[in-house]
């Protein structure tokens, strides 16, 4: 398989306030780059996003805005290109909306959510989150809410889904964002 997992970090509950962002990229079932980035977010940091993952505005006094960290991952965001998150829906989201508050335009992409995956192929687990899902299925999860170890862990679910349960039972949880 070949897709970009990607993990998002908040500084509060704006979707638009990104702190951090990791991309994990896999080729032919193998990681084979990864990408990580504080991001100096356009609003204030909350105390319990900060008790989560141990961002700090100090951390991010001089990290870039997210408008200055898109023109080096823009071009991983394309039609054809399968752009994975566990908790799709909240990565995507934060996406969209850090795009739409920097007033640039929303990609396409291909997408697939390892939460969904997870509950399709384990419901007899007690939960589907990150943790649950990696204790699960054997992966290592040492620091979980720092964005490059949970992308880390999204990519290794999704291989070891594909292992269990081939690619073509994955093929339907993916549509086109945008």
């Not at 961002?55 to 805005?65: E, S, Y």
């Not at 929303?106 to 990696?134: G, I």
């Amino acid at each position: 398989m070949n897709f970009l997992a990607m993990d998002f970090e908040t500084a509060n509950f704006q979707p638009y306030s990104a702190c951090s962002l990791a991309m994990v990229m896999v080729k032919n079932n193998q990681e084979v780059g990864k990408f990580y980035t504080l991001i100096k977010p356009p609003t204030s940091f909350a105390p319990r996003n900060i008790a989560i993952h141990g961002i700090t505005p100090a951390m991010v006094r001089t990290a870039p805005t997210f408008a200055e960290v898109w023109p080096e991952i823009a071009r991983l965001f394309q039609p054809e290109h399968l752009i994975i998150a566990h908790n799709a829906p909240f990565d995507n989201g934060v996406l969209n909306s850090c795009l739409t508050e920097a007033d640039l335009p929303l990609p396409q992409f291909l997408s697939l959510d390892t939460v969904k995956t997870s509950r399709k192929f384990f419901p007899e687990w007690p939960n589907h989150r990150l943790p649950t899902c990696c204790e699960s299925l054997g992966i290592d999860l040492t620091n979980h809410h720092d964005a490059l170890a949970d992308a880390r862990a999204c990519a290794e679910i999704l291989l070891k889904e594909q292992d269990l349960f081939g690619t073509n039972s994955l093929k339907k949880f993916i549509h086109l964002m945008n």
